[in-house]
Nanobody
């Protein structure tokens, strides 16, 4: 059974930092591209960041470049999103996503709420 379990969300003041984690199971993590997406109220889900299976390539949405960093630990089957210099517009539910090409599958976690407010 595939599971993606996000953690690390919460309430933070503008300018603060949070680190999200996503623990994966049920597939070969080291063969999956991992992504973080987010969805704010009334808006479409958007790609925040992605990282290839070996961690050699990363990419980011324009709105988070220079502030967010995606990383992964294949030994721990976990992907991270370090979020710095947070802004109120970063408020959203953040979702972990696994693109498992060898299974032709795309999996999603349940999401974790991030609220940036003073």
């Amino acid at each position: 059974q595939v599971q993606l379990v996000e953690s690390g969300g919460g309430l933070v003041q503008p300018g603060g930092s949070l680190r999200l984690s996503c623990a994966a199971s049920g597939f070969t993590f080291g063969r999956a591209t991992m992504r973080w997406h987010r969805q704010a109220p009334g808006k479409e889900r958007e790609l925040v960041a992605g990282i290839t299976s070996g961690g050699g390539n990363t990419y980011y949405g324009d709105s988070v470049k220079g502030r967010f960093t995606i990383s992964r630990d294949n030994a721990k089957n976990t992907v991270y999103l370090q979020m710095n210099s947070l802004k109120p517009e970063d408020t959203a539910v953040y979702y972990c996503n696994a693109v498992v090409y060898y299974m032709s599958a795309n999996y999603w976690g349940q999401g974790t709420q991030v609220t940036v407010s003073s």
